[in-house]
C-alpha cells in the first residue's frame, strides 16, 4: 500500500498567504516563502500553492514566488492559480515546481490536462477540483474559487480527467472548505470509488483525528490542511505521529 502523505496548502493572494471560509472572510497568515521552509522543516510530504485570485482576475501564475520557494524548499512543490496554457505549465515547472494543478482552466479547455499529461508526463498534472453537494450522492463542479457552479456532475468530471492522463486529482469540498468539521468523508469515498488515480482530500480538517479518518474511511492517497497548520494548531509531525498510532502507514 502507498504510504499517505500530508499538505500544506498555502492560497495566495498579492503576494500574502491567506485563509477564509468556505472561499469568503479572507485574512492575511503570512509570507508564503517563510510558510513554505517552516513545512519543509516540518516533514511536509509535498507543499501546494494556489494562487486563489488569479483565474477570477484573469492573469497568470506567481512564478516569482515560486522561484524563491523552490531555492529554499527541497520537498516537491504543486503550483495551480492562472495556469491558463501549456507554456503557462513548461513556465511553472521551469520555476522550480514540480507539478501543476489546473482547475478552472481545465474545466474550460480540457484539452488542457491531455497537451500537459502528453509533453510533460501525467505526473506534472494535477487536476483541482471544486465540488458542492446539490442532492444525495450527486455533486456538481464549480470553478474561479467556488464561484461558478459549471453544473457539470462530478463523477463525470473525475472519469474524463482520468482518461484525459492527469495524474492526480485534489478533491476539494466546497462545504467542508475552511469550516473545520471535518473532511468530506461521502464525496472523498464516491470519487476514489470511481476512479484509479491518486486523490488529494482537501477541506475541513479540524481536528487530528479528522486526518486518520480520512485514510481509514476513503482511498485518499494524502490529505492537505490549510488553517490548522497556519495557525499552528497543529504541525505536520504530530499529524504523522497521530496517523501512525492509528495503524495509518504514512511517509
Not at 461558478?148 to 466546497?174: F, K, P, R, Y
Request: contains cysteine.
Amino acid at each position: 500500500m502507498l504510504a499517505k502523505r500530508i499538505i500544506p496548502c498555502l492560497d495566495v493572494r498579492n503576494g500574502k498567504v491567506v485563509k477564509g471560509v468556505n472561499f469568503e472572510g479572507i485574512r492575511d497568515v503570512g509570507d508564503p516563502v517563510e510558510c513554505a521552509k517552516e513545512y519543509n522543516k516540518q516533514g511536509a510530504d509535498e507543499i501546494v500553492f494556489y494562487d486563489i485570485t488569479a483565474s477570477f482576475e484573469g492573469r497568470g501564475v506567481f512564478l516569482d514566488v515560486v522561484r524563491e520557494t523552490a531555492k529554499k524548499v527541497f520537498v516537491p512543490l504543486t503550483v495551480g492559480g492562472g495556469i491558463k496554457t501549456v507554456d503557462d505549465i513548461r513556465e511553472t515547472l521551469r520555476a522550480g515546481a514540480d507539478k501543476v494543478s489546473v482547475n478552472s482552466q481545465a474545466v474550460k479547455n480540457p484539452q488542457l490536462i491531455k497537451d500537459g499529461a502528453d509533453i510533460f508526463g501525467s505526473q506534472c498534472i494535477c487536476v483541482g477540483i471544486d465540488a458542492k453537494k446539490i442532492a444525495d450522492h450527486k455533486w456538481t463542479v464549480y470553478i474561479n474559487g467556488g464561484r461558478v457552479d459549471m453544473n457539470i456532475d462530478l463523477i463525470d468530471w473525475v472519469h474524463q480527467i482520468e482518461q484525459l492522463g492527469a495524474g492526480e486529482i485534489c478533491l476539494n469540498s466546497i462545504d467542508a472548505d475552511g469550516t473545520k468539521n471535518g473532511f468530506d468523508i461521502e464525496m472523498l469515498k464516491a470519487v476514489c470509488d470511481n476512479c484509479n488515480i491518486p486523490v488529494i482530500a482537501s477541506g475541513g480538517a479540524g481536528k487530528i483525528d479528522d486526518f486518520s479518518e480520512v485514510f481509514e474511511k476513503t482511498g485518499a492517497t494524502a490529505a492537505l490542511a490549510a488553517s490548522l497548520f497556519h495557525f499552528k494548531e497543529l504541525t505536520v509531525q504530530e499529524v504523522k505521529s497521530y496517523c501512525r498510532n492509528k495503524g495509518v502507514t504514512v511517509r
